[in-house]
C-alpha cells in the first residue's frame, strides 16, 4: 500500500521525536486547567447562541421565510469560534510568556516538529468539542424550530442529518471550528504575544463581514464576502439557495483552509528561524 510504504520511508528518530513531542502536548493540554472550560464553553456558547437565534426567529403563516433552519440552528458557531481561537493562541502564546517555551524546544529541537504536535494536540479536541457542538445545535433546531413556525406546512423539513445538505453544513460546521485552531495557531507562533495574536485572530473573523457591510460597491462587497476567512467559510453552513451565495459552500471552507495554511507556514517559518 501506498501509505504504509512512504510511512516506513520516514527515519524512526523522526517518527519518535513527533511521537515524543505529541505525547509532552497532549500532556500539557490536558493538565492546564484552562482547557477544559475553554472546550467547555465552545460547546455551551455554540448551542445557547443557536437556541436564542431560534428563539427570536418566526416563520408566520402567509408570510415569505427566507431563513435557513439549518443555517439558523448553527448560528452559535460564529460565536463559538472566538472561544477555539482564544484556546489555540493559548497553547502557544502560553509558553513564551512563561518562558517554557526554551525547554519545550530543548526537549524537542525540531521546530516544525513541535508545532506539527501542538497542532494534532489542539486540533483534536476542538474537533470533538466541535461535533458536540454542532450536534446539540441541531438537536435544539429539530426540537425548536417547528414551534416558531417551521413546519412541513410552510415547506420546511424538520433538520436531519439524513438529509445531504445538513449533513455537509454539520461536517463543514466542526471541519470550520478546527481550520480556525488552525490559523489561530499559525498567528500565535508568529506574534507571540497573546493579546496581539488573539486581536489579530478574531479582526480577521470579525472585521471582515462588518467592513463588507459597510461597502456601498456590491461588486466588492461580493468580493469581500468571497476571500473573508468567515464569511466564506460559513457558506459551508448553507442547504437553501445556494446559488445567491458569494461562493459555494466547499469552495468558501477552501478559502479558509488557505487561510489557516498560510497563518501555519508563516508561524513554521519564524518558529524556525527565530530565536526562543
Known sequence: MF?????????SEVRAGLGDALHAEWTKQRTLPGTIW??????????????????????RAGNSCPVDPTKLSLTGIQAGQAVVAILTVLAVSGEYSTGMIRT?????????????????????????????????????GRLLLPGH????????AAVSLADGPVLRAATGSVLYLALIALLALGAAAAIRDTAVAIGL???????????????ANPHWQRHLDQIGPMTAGLDIQATTNLHTLA?????????????ATTALVTGG????????
Open 149 to 156: 413556525g417551521f413546519t412541513p406546512a410552510h415547506g420546511f
Open 269 to 276: 517559518l519564524l518558529l524556525h528561524y527565530r530565536d526562543a
Open 38 to 59: 475553554l472546550l467547555a464553553a465552545t460547546t455551551l456558547l455554540s448551542i445557547a447562541v443557536g437556541t436564542a437565534a431560534i428563539a427570536a426567529t418566526t416563520c
Open 201 to 215: 485572530v478574531l479582526g480577521l473573523l470579525y472585521l471582515f463581514p462588518v467592513i463588507a457591510a459597510a461597502a
Open 104 to 140: 519545550t524546544l530543548a526537549a524537542v529541537p525540531g521546530r516544525v516538529t513541535v508545532l506539527a504536535a501542538k497542532a494534532i494536540a489542539v486540533t483534536a479536541p476542538v474537533l470533538v468539542a466541535g461535533a458536540t457542538a454542532v450536534l446539540g445545535s441541531l438537536y435544539a
Open 247 to 259: 461562493i459555494s459552500p466547499w469552495a468558501g471552507l477552501g478559502i479558509l483552509a488557505a487561510w
Open 3 to 11: 501509505v504504509p510504504d512512504l510511512f516506513e520511508q520516514v527515519p
